[in-house]
């Protein structure tokens, strides 16, 4: 059965740093890896999607990257602002004909101007 | 393209009551899938519908069950409301056709409706 864990639950940082939200996962035979936003009491909006076969993915200041060997996945944010203040979550989804994600608790973040 | 709508955003039931939530997808996409999140937590898969019929369900009880329309609309109904039944319910739309070079399967997220039930 798949868990997916996220490292660390909270983060507070000053503006302008680099930041890493780590999210692992048991079973490596995953079909993608997703990572969301959700601002408070709001849905969820979609940042990147790391398909199985790939390594990385790039939007603007964030960049996802998957090691499926270690059952890990990283979501960097370079040059962090007091707007990406909000949860991530991440959520996988299995090989096979299983569609529904599967997901972390998220890590919420503070960038504190 | 409005993306994934769903209605209403806030509602307050009673416990015992029945409620209907829907969610409009986004346009291109035929497969709905809901969630439930709860304050703190993080969303529970509760059914996926495809071709108008249940594909995949979660560990939710008979009280939650759902219907998607010819034109991929969904809804979700929940009978007999608990206390515990409180949460934002999540409707997220995604393609069951893989498009070459596309991200597949990508699952894009409604604003959720807010339910309260006292």
């Known amino acids: 059965k798949q868990e997916v864990t996220q490292i660390p639950a909270a983060l507070s940082v000053p503006e302008g740093e680099n930041l890493v939200l780590n999210c692992s996962f048991t079973?490596?035979?995953?079909?993608?890896l997703q990572w969301f936003r959700q601002d408070p009491g709001k849905g969820l909006t979609s940042l990147l999607l790391i398909q199985s076969s790939q390594r990385e993915q790039t939007s603007g200041r964030l960049n996802a990257s998957l090691d499926k060997s270690s059952g890990r996945s990283t979501l960097y944010i370079a040059a962090s602002q007091p707007g990406d203040s909000a949860t991530y979550l991440c959520?996988?989804?299995?090989?096979?004909?299983?569609?529904?994600?599967?997901w972390g608790l998220g890590t919420s973040l503070a960038v504190n101007p | 393209d409005a993306g994934v709508t769903q209605s209403p955003t806030h509602l307050i039931k009673t416990r015992g009551q029945q409620v209907t939530l829907r969610c409009s997808p986004k346009?291109?996409?035929?497969?709905v899938s809901w969630y439930q999140q709860a304050l703190g937590q993080g969303p529970q898969f509760i059914f996926q519908?495809?071709?108008?019929?249940?594909?995949q369900r979660g560990n939710f009880p008979d009280r939650f069950s759902g219907h998607q329309y010819p034109n991929y609309s969904s809804e979700l109904n929940v009978n007999a409301l608990l206390l515990g039944d409180s949460a934002l319910y999540l409707c997220?739309?995604?393609?069951?056709?893989?498009?070459?070079?596309?991200?597949?399967?990508?699952?894009?997220f409604g604003p959720g409706t807010r339910l309260t039930v006292t």
């Open positions: 346009s291109g996409h035929d497969t």
């Open positions: 519908y495809y071709e108008e019929e249940e594909r």
């Open positions: 959520a996988s989804r299995n090989a096979g004909n299983n569609r529904k994600l599967i």
């Open positions: 997220a739309s995604s393609s069951n056709i893989m498009e070459p070079g596309q991200g597949s399967h990508e699952q894009y």
């Open positions: 079973d490596s035979a995953i079909y993608n």
